[in-house]
């Protein structure tokens, strides 16, 4: 049997909409933070503290996203979520006071559930079983750009305009942009057969059903432990890198984290076509607790600094291409998008907390014991990934 072909014009089109999507509804966040609690009134803590909610409220909605994409399609989810997405952005600019401010960050970060990296798997995964896991990479290649494009395009209009201004100028973006995008792969999916294509090469999954289980679980902890580093790094990224006596280098520091990201996937992709999900786990989970470690011992060293960058954003952009790709290896094709979303909600819900916590860390133990603290905690996600390396062995050997 031949392998499957990816999809070249569908992973481009998604490689758009991740970097709009995540670069409009993620990374610009932390850069219009503090401006969003001035006209609020509110500490910058309490913002990220409405982050958190919102990312809590938000992750308990994805096991019925995950369903949904399962029921009419991928394509079709995204194409709604595009349009909430828009619709949430613009309710956060227009917002009168906080509470509805708070209300739109929900409904912006429920959007997010069902046009990021999860919907986006599952419609690589219904189109094309056999070659989802390549898909997956070339699509995370191009979507690491995100945070290389969206960290200074968001300062360079915060600089001429109000954070509401930007926010308007980004629901115009989705709705323009990736909507179109959206309705176009929807329309492509459901000429080909929806979600239930491909079913004559559906992919089987490693674990054993008696494993499944103890598999799901491991799986769960290792993804909310490496989630947790990442949201909490991510999400204060430039603040922490001027905090620590970076100053104005912090943004060129924090820009050498996408480009790191893309590098290791494309190095993944040329050399690592035969490295399974599960040894790329256990890579991730080792160098994003490693470079969090550095930075604190490193700090205020501009070169520490950067090697920290550099470092994270390598097991990071490993890390994005195991969070499809693992549960696709160990489970299967079957109900891809169902087990998507109760991988997303566990992720986003351990995390939610992560911005605000780590915001208040560092105002009352410093950053240097804050970053010890996320270094230990990222160590858990090597652990589990270590046992489901073990539990799987039988089953490959076999």
């Known amino acids: 049997m031949h392998a499957e072909r990816s999809p070249v014009a569908a992973i481009i089109a998604l490689g758009v909409t991740q970097i709009i999507g995540y670069g409009t509804l993620y990374y610009s966040f932390s850069i219009l933070a503090a401006d969003m609690a001035k006209g609020l009134g509110w500490t910058t803590e309490w913002v990220f503290g409405a982050l958190s909610a919102a990312l809590l409220i938000g992750g308990a909605t994805a096991p019925w996203g995950g369903r949904l994409i399962d029921a009419i399609g991928a394509g079709r989810v995204m194409a709604v979520g595009s349009l909430a997405a828009s619709a949430s952005l613009a309710a956060c600019a227009l917002a009168p006071g906080g509470a509805a401010f708070v209300a739109a960050l929900i409904a912006m970060e429920t959007a997010s559930n069902l046009v990021l990296y999860g919907a986006a798997f599952a419609l690589l995964v219904q189109i094309r079983p056999r070659a989802a896991q390549r898909s997956i990479t070339y699509l995370t290649l191009i979507a690491g750009f995100a945070s290389t494009v969206f960290w200074p395009v968001t300062t360079a209009l915060h600089e001429r305009m109000s954070w509401q201004d930007v926010y308007l100028v980004f629901a115009g973006l989705n709705l323009a942009v990736c909507f179109p995008l959206y309705v176009w792969l929807s329309l492509g999916l459901s000429k080909q057969g929806g979600a239930a294509i491909g079913q004559q090469s559906a992919v089987a999954g490693l674990l054993a059903p008696a494993q499944r289980k103890a598999g799901f679980r491991l799986m769960l902890v290792g993804f909310a432990a490496l989630s947790l580093v990442v949201a909490a790094i991510l999400v ?71 090697v920290f960058a550099v470092v994270f954003g390598l097991g990071n952009g490993l890390f994005s291409i195991v969070i499809g790709t693992l549960p696709l290896a160990l489970f299967g094709s079957e109900g891809y998008g169902t087990l998507q979303g109760k991988v997303m909600a566990a992720r986003l819900i351990v995390a939610a907390m992560a911005p605000f916590a780590f915001a208040f860390a560092l105002t009352t133990i410093g950053a240097g014991l804050s970053l010890a603290v996320t270094a230990l905690l990222g160590g858990l996600g090597g652990l589990s990934f270590l046992a489901i390396r073990f539990l799987v062995g039988p089953v490959r050997a076999a």
């Open 236 to 306: 204060h990224m430039i603040p922490l890198l001027s905090g620590l006596g970076l100053g104005a280098s912090a943004a060129v520091v924090g820009t050498l984290f996408g480009p790191s990201q893309v590098l290791s996937r494309l190095v993944n992709m040329v050399f690592g076509r035969n490295l399974p999900p599960i040894a790329l786990a256990l890579i991730a989970a080792t160098l994003m607790p490693a470079s969090v470690a550095l930075l604190a011992l490193t700090a205020p060293s501009t070169t520490g600094a950067m």
